[in-house]
């Protein structure tokens, strides 16, 4: 399944800082209490290299007070982890990590998958795997270890559910009962809305592949082009009069709630 990967490229130090900086810092919030365990999330970063887990992209929210203690999500790839597609489709297995300094987080581990064709990142939804985290006062290497080897033990299982995905052929109806229930992820629809009652949106234009290797009428293929204009916000709606264009997820918080709402609505149509 796996296969080793020249090409994949970490981000240094340097470039984690700059784009990160709160991962490095030293000292929590100052409105921590006594007993709060500071564990910097750069002790993270150098324990989980020691596991061949290195750093691809680095983000945190903006923050007005107390910047450098805010949430901040780190993604990691190992190069000896690559799933190569019969049909082409190179897919990376990611570990997103989750933190804060501000006593209201502990570490939080999801898994993700990278699509090489798209330079596309979708978010497996906790229900595949659970919620991994550990706690700041019980952080140690050997729990990061073990934490990490149930994320790629169940991998098979994610792999599975991709697979899943591209034998699931989809009739025309059912593409389009797909597409509303992943836009309601995005306008956040309450259950006894319908996003087409609220919002003029044209399905058939909201459905159009963007790219040649996204064509086809499987699960997988009809996802990934929903997933990509959806957090990418590349498709226009009507609301009441106005024509508006989406606006593109750059809130990392947004993005992860998105994307394991877009997974889990996806499974919904998998044989």
């Known amino acids: 399944m796996a296969t080793y990967s020249k090409d994949m490229k970490f981000m240094s130090t340097e470039e984690i800082k700059k784009a990160c900086p709160s991962a ?21 970063i150098e324990d989980m290299e020691k596991l061949g887990w290195g750093v691809v992209d680095a983000k945190e929210v903006k923050a007005r007070k107390y910047v450098g203690t805010q949430k901040h999500m780190l993604t990691f790839r190992n190069t000896d982890i690559v799933v190569e597609g019969k049909d082409g489709d190179t897919v990376y297995p990611q570990v997103i990590v989750t933190n804060s300094h501000d006593g209201k987080n502990s570490f939080k581990f999801q898994c993700g998958l ?29 729990t990061l270890q073990e934490t990490i080897k149930n994320i790629v033990e169940q991998l098979p299982l994610t792999i599975e559910s991709m697979n899943k995905f591209k034998n699931t052929e989809l009739a025309e109806k059912q593409k389009y009962d797909l597409a509303r229930k992943a836009l309601e992820t995005r306008f956040d629809v309450q259950k006894e809305q319908k996003v087409d009652k609220i919002y003029q949106i044209d399905l058939d234009e909201f459905l159009k592949p963007v790219r040649k290797e996204d064509e086809g009428d499987n699960l997988w293929s009809v996802f990934n082009v ?7 916000g590349d498709f226009e709606y009507i609301s009441g009069t106005r024509l ?22 996806a499974k919904e149509f998998a044989i």
């Open 24 to 44: 490095y810092t030293t000292k929590p919030s100052q409105d921590v209490s006594k007993y709060y365990t500071h564990i910097p999330t750069y002790q993270i």
């Open 114 to 142: 990278y699509r090489l064709v798209c330079s596309n990142g979708l978010v497996v939804a906790d229900a595949e795997f659970g919620k991994l985290r550990i706690t700041h006062m019980g952080y140690n290497f050997e």
């Open 226 to 232: 929903i997933q990509e204009k959806i957090v990418e």
């Open 244 to 265: 508006r264009k989406a606006r593109k997820i750059k809130n990392f918080r947004q993005d992860l709630k998105v994307n394991e709402k877009l997974f889990s609505v």
